[in-house]
């Protein structure tokens, strides 16, 4: 069985118009909640063996602030292609990952992250700004994952529903 974490980035800034969406940084909410949920990672026992981020700004920040939090010890794979996308190149990426991986965190953006945890669980679920999802996989081999996997979501985290401020 394996084990996939959707996360969503954490709160960003529209302060810098300036910039484009992709290049957008966290809000101060968002430097404060990344690494909350990185936390809260470490106190489940949930500390990825992997994480795949989308190379948007707010989203590399994310999952660097939540990998150092949860003690993750490896690098996050920035991935171009999890910006601006849909949820068929999330499975392609999952399904390109070594067997020894047995829990996966991927990080990314709506509407797909909603969507994936839909796609891959059957529930409509919403995911705010660093919600992130806890789902089992009945597959073995990370090859084995299609659009007819249909996992277990174990529980779905936000900020507001974890911390009172």
Known sequence: MKTLLILRHAKSSWNYPELSD????????????????????????????????????????????????????????????????????????????????????VVGHNPTMEQLVGSLTGQARRMPTAALAHIELPIQHWEALDLNTVGTLINLWTPKTLFTD
């Open 22 to 105: 992709y290049d957008r940084p966290l809000n101060a909410r968002g430097k404060r909640d990344a690494p909350r949920m990185g936390k809260h990672l470490r106190e489940q026992g949930l500390i990825p063996d992997r994480i795949l981020s989308s190379s948007a700004k707010r989203a590399r920040k994310t999952a660097s602030r939540v990998a150092k939090a949860c003690g993750y010890p490896g690098k996050v794979k920035k991935l171009d292609v999890f910006y601006d996308t849909v949820v068929g190149v999330y499975f392609e990426a999952l399904q390109t990952l070594p067997d020894k991986y047995e829990r996966v965190m």
